[in-house]
């Protein structure tokens, strides 16, 4: 054999090294698919009910006890099983509240709440619980964390998230509050955490392969 010869390849072999770049190349191209998917829902906001929506304020009004008529009224409407609602829930448990204002937790739980609800009431807190189903039914709420103000003529007047990015840490929801009660406009921050109704669920994963946020 002459130096520099080389020795032809079967047609085989070049076969085998198409596919193997072919399949890297679709391997790759899943990855950055799989990718993009899962950080889309780092990066969504969620959607909110109208401020103006008749069964929100339906919600609002039949838990309203009647020497609240005359106070401001905050929701955060969290949900157990989401991260995001888990941070708001420790901020609201270890911070200063706002004086003056009436504030309560929905929160939405499959399995009851008996340990983490005792905590809230605990910490002055008025606590609803209901299911994903019924968050939904009430409320017209599909998404937790939400943060919801309410003035003392049941006139929604914020509806929106705690934070202006996903996961940050400071949490706006006192500013808020006292700048809407000082009547002040407030552009509401974009809600960011977990889907809770089932429509919503699937439509943003269709493939349920996300984790819980």
């Known amino acids: 054999m002459s130096a520099g010869f080389v020795v032809p390849r079967s047609p085989r072999s070049r076969s085998r090294v198409l596919l193997t770049y072919l399949g890297l190349a679709a391997w790759a191209g899943l990855c950055v698919v799989l990718g993009a998917y899962l950080l889309a829902g780092h990066l969504l906001t969620l959607p909110t009910p109208a401020a103006a929506d008749p069964a929100l304020h339906q919600a609002i009004a039949a838990n309203r006890h009647a020497d609240q008529r005359d106070r401001w009224l905050v929701l ?50 008025e606590l609803d619980v209901v299911t994903p189903d019924e968050l939904v039914a009430r409320y017209h709420v599909e998404a937790a964390p939400l943060l919801v103000v309410v003035d003392p003529h049941d006139d929604v007047r914020y509806v929106g998230g705690y934070t202006p990015r996903k996961q940050a840490a400071d949490m706006r929801d006192v500013f808020v509050i006292a700048a809407i009660r000082r009547g002040d406009t407030v552009e509401p921050l974009p809600a960011f955490g977990c889907a809770v109704g089932r429509a919503l669920s699937t439509k943003l994963d269709p493939f349920g392969i996300r984790f819980r946020n």
């Open 76 to 125: 955060h409407v969290l949900s157990e099983d989401c991260k995001c609602s888990r941070r708001v829930l420790d901020h609201l448990l270890a911070d200063r509240r706002p004086s003056g204002v009436v504030e309560r937790i929905v929160l939405v739980t499959d399995h009851g709440a008996a340990e983490l609800g005792a905590a809230i009431r605990a910490r002055g807190f």
